[in-house]
C-alpha cells in the first residue's frame, strides 16, 4: 500500500517514509521521520503528541485559571528539551500510521537486533516503539529495557479485557447492547462498504476527531480507509439511515490479541440521544468479547469507558537513544524524568 500511494494522499497531515524491517523472520512497518519546519501529525512528530497535543489538551484545566496557566508554562518550558532530545528525528518500528499500534511480542535478542540493525543505517535517529502499556505488553516493554530502551510516559488510555469479562457484564454495556437491537438506524456489516462509503467514513471520522476535537489527530482520507479495508488490514462496521446513508461509523485493527477502533466518527449534527458513539463503541466492545482480545479504548472519555468495564493504564513510547551524541541522550534522560515524575501524576489526578 506505502509503495502504491505517496503518505499524503492517505494522510493529509503526515510527513513520513515507510519501509519495513525483518527481524527474527518477523516483518514489521517502519516509519524514517525526520524534523520539518511545519508540526507533523503526532503518530510520527513526538513534538506535536509533547507540546502541542498537551496544549490543546489543557481545556481541561480551564476551570482553575491558576493550574491552567501553570500547565501551559510547564509544557512550553519543555519545548527546549524536545528540540534537543532530536525525537523528531526518528525511525518508529511497527507503526501502521495509526493513534495506537498494538505490538506484537518482542523478545530480548530481537530488541537488541532492531537497536543494532537500525542505528547502523539510521545513525542519527532515535529509535522508537509506541503504543506499549505494562498489562498487554509487560513482557515485551521488559526485554525492550534490557536491551537499553528507555520508557517515556505517552498518555492514560483504557484497556477492556475481554479474555476475560466478569460473570455479570457492567450495566452501560447491557444499555449499550439495548440499544443496538432497539435503534432506528441500521447497522452495516463489514461487506456491505461502498467507495461512496469511504468518502462518507472520512468525513465522519473528521466531524468528531478534527473538527470536534483537534485538527492535530490524523487526518485520514478516503483513500486510506479504502486501501486498509480493502487489504484486509481493516474491518468496518457502521449504522445508516432510512436512506442508506451512513451516519456512524467504526474502523477495527487487530494486532498482538489487541483489537483498536482507529476509525470512529458520526454525525455530530444528529440528536446526541441517538446515542450514535454508543453504538459504535458497543461493536467494538462486543468483537473483542466475542473473540476474547483485549479492546485498548484508546485516550479520552475516560467517564464513560470505565462505566463499560475499562481500565485506566499509562501508555508508553520505548526510546532507543544509545547510538546517539551525548546531549539528546541527556535531554531524553531528562525527559524521562519530568514524564514520569510530574506528567503520570498530572494524568491520573486530573482524569485526563
Same mark, same amino acid.
Given at each position: ?27 514489521? !512497518? ?54 534537543? %532530545? ?22 530480548? $535478542?530481537?530488541? *537488541?537486533?532492531?537497536? =543494532? ?12 516503539? *509506541? ?15 534490557? %536491551? +537499553?530502551?528507555? /520508557? ?24 449499550? *447492547? ?21 468518502? @462518507?467514513?472520512?468525513?465522519?471520522? =473528521? $466531524? /468528531? ?12 482520507? !478516503?483513500?486510506?480507509? @479504502? ?7 481493516? #474491518?468496518?462496521? +457502521? ?6 446513508? /451512513?451516519?456512524?461509523? %467504526? ?23 441517538? +446515542?450514535?458513539?454508543?453504538?459504535? $463503541?458497543?461493536?467494538?466492545?462486543? /468483537? ?16 464513560? =469507558? *470505565?462505566?463499560?468495564? %475499562? ?10 537513544? =544509545?547510538?546517539?551524541?551525548? #546531549? ?6 531528562? $525527559? ?17
Amino acid at each position: 500500500m506505502f509503495n502504491a500511494v505517496p503518505i499524503g494522499e492517505l494522510i493529509a497531515n503526515l510527513e513520513t517514509d515507510i519501509t519495513k524491517i525483518t527481524v527474527n523472520g518477523v516483518d514489521f !512497518p517502519v516509519s524514517i521521520n525526520r524534523p520539518t519546519k511545519d508540526a507533523n501529525c503526532y503518530i510520527c512528530c513526538p513534538r506535536t503528541a509533547y507540546i502541542d497535543y498537551a496544549i490543546d489538551e489543557t481545556r481541561n484545566f480551564v476551570q482553575s485559571p491558576i493550574l491552567f496557566r501553570l500547565v501551559k508554562i510547564l509544557i512550553h518550558c519543555c519545548r527546549p528539551l524536545l528540540w534537543t %532530545a532530536g525525537l523528531d528525528s526518528q525511525v518508529q518500528i511497527n507503526n501502521w500510521l495509526l493513534s495506537t499500534n498494538p505490538v506484537p511480542f518482542i523478545d530480548v $535478542m530481537s530488541a *537488541r537486533n532492531i537497536a =543494532k540493525q537500525v542505528s547502523t543505517t539510521h545513525p542519527g535517529h532515535a529509535i522508537v516503539v *509506541r503504543s506499549l502499556n505494562k498489562q498487554t505488553d509487560f513482557e515485551t516493554i521488559k526485554n525492550l529495557r534490557e %536491551a +537499553g530502551f528507555r /520508557l517515556l510516559p505517552a498518555r492514560r488510555i483504557y484497556l477492556f479485557d475481554g479474555r476475560q469479562p466478569p460473570p455479570k457484564l457492567p450495566q452501560n454495556v447491557r444499555y449499550d *447492547r439495548a440499544l443496538r437491537r432497539q435503534t432506528r438506524y441500521l447497522f452495516a456489516p463489514d461487506d456491505s462498504f461502498t467507495e461512496a462509503d469511504y468518502h @462518507r467514513a472520512a468525513d465522519l471520522y =473528521k $466531524m /468528531l476527531y478534527l473538527d470536534k476535537y483537534t485538527p492535530l489527530n490524523p487526518d485520514y482520507s !478516503p483513500c486510506y480507509i @479504502r486501501e486498509m479495508h480493502q487489504r484486509g488490514l481493516f #474491518k468496518l462496521a +457502521g449504522y445508516r439511515d432510512d436512506a442508506g446513508q /451512513l451516519v456512524a461509523v %467504526a474502523g477495527f485493527f487487530f494486532n498482538a490479541q489487541t483489537l483498536t477502533q482507529p476509525i470512529v466518527g458520526y454525525d455530530t449534527s444528529l440528536p446526541r440521544k441517538d +446515542g450514535l458513539y454508543r453504538l459504535v $463503541m458497543a461493536v467494538g466492545q462486543s /468483537l473483542a468479547l466475542d473473540n476474547k482480545q483485549f479492546f485498548n479504548m484508546s485516550a479520552g472519555a475516560g467517564s464513560f =469507558k *470505565r462505566l463499560r468495564g %475499562a481500565k485506566p493504564i499509562i501508555e508508553y513510547t520505548a526510546v532507543y537513544e =544509545k547510538h546517539l551524541p551525548r #546531549k539528546q541522550r541527556y535531554a531524553i534522560r531528562i $525527559m524521562e524524568w519530568i514524564l514520569s515524575r510530574i506528567g503520570i501524576p498530572l494524568l491520573e489526578r486530573f482524569d485526563l
